[in-house]
């Protein structure tokens, strides 16, 4: 279900939120290799956080915006209005499995960001400037 078009800025008050729990839950990720991922969603005034969980049959992993999500779902939330992910990595954005969940809860509008490091910058784009070309 894609949203309506939503033109609501973040604060970055907001966004240091988000960063603040999305490293805190990157300590609880699981991982096999070496990248541990954490994702901190806005739905409404309520955060949830998620990372990533790695399985030993690689297709099974569980992605850290997914996780997020899945617990924004969870408390009964269905509306996705931000969402940041973190790792320490040189560059990075969801994946496309990732951010067809995004379109799914938050639309064309929503807001994503990347951090590579704690108290780094955001790099910040909506998920249409991600996939331009996303079916809607």
């Known amino acids: 279900m894609v949203q309506k078009k939503r033109n609501r800025s973040i604060d970055e008050k907001i966004w240091k939120q988000l960063s603040v729990t999305a490293w805190k839950f990157s300590k609880n990720a699981r991982v096999l290799g070496k990248t541990k991922v954490g994702c901190a969603v806005l739905s409404g005034k309520e955060i949830f956080g998620g990372c990533n969980i790695e399985h030993k049959l690689r297709s099974h992993d569980i992605h850290s915006e997914i996780s997020a999500i899945s617990s924004m779902v969870s408390a009964e939330c269905k509306k996705l209005d931000a969402i940041l992910v973190v790792s ?7 994946c496309g499995g990732c951010l067809d969940w995004i379109f799914e809860f938050g639309g064309s509008t929503c807001q994503v960001g990347y951090q590579t490091k704690k108290d780094g910058k955001i790099t910040k784009f909506t998920a249409k400037e991600l996939m331009p070309h996303y079916p809607n």
């Open 88 to 94: 320490q990595r040189d560059k990075f954005t969801p």
